[in-house]
């Protein structure tokens, strides 16, 4: 059985710093692209950023590019979201998700999803 489990979320003040994790078991992350995405109260869900499979390469979305940071430990199974410089427009539920696609897209069907972690920035 597939599980992503995120953690890390929490209340910030504007400006801080905030580091999300991703545990991921039931699959090896090495082998598949993975992402973030976040949800705002009375929003889409939207993609944040994402991380291909073999080279690890990046892309993310242009309000939080030169912020956030996607990393993985394949060792730990495990991906890291670093946020710095935090805004009230990040406040969001974040997800992890997973995907076969070798070569992903914002837009590409993640197979599977963690149940998220809340992250509030106040002003």
């Known amino acids: 059985q597939v599980r992503l489990v995120e953690s890390g979320g929490g209340l910030v003040q504007a400006g801080d710093s905030l580091r999300l994790s991703c545990a991921a078991s039931g699959l090896t992350i090495s082998s598949y692209a993975m992402g973030w995405f976040r949800q705002a109260p009375g929003k889409e869900r939207e993609f944040v950023g994402i991380?291909?499979?073999?080279?690890?390469?990046?892309y993310y979305k242009s309000s939080v590019k030169g912020r956030f940071t996607i990393s993985r430990d394949n060792t730990k199974n495990a991906m890291f979201l670093q946020m710095n410089s935090l805004k009230p427009e990040d406040t969001a539920v974040y997800y992890c998700?997973?995907?076969?696609?070798?070569?992903?897209?914002?837009?590409?069907?993640?197979?599977?999803w963690g149940q998220g972690t809340e992250v509030t920035v106040s002003s």
């Open positions: 998700a997973a995907t076969g696609d070798y070569f992903v897209r914002p837009d590409s069907d993640f197979e599977y």
């Open positions: 991380t291909s499979q073999g080279s690890g390469s990046t």
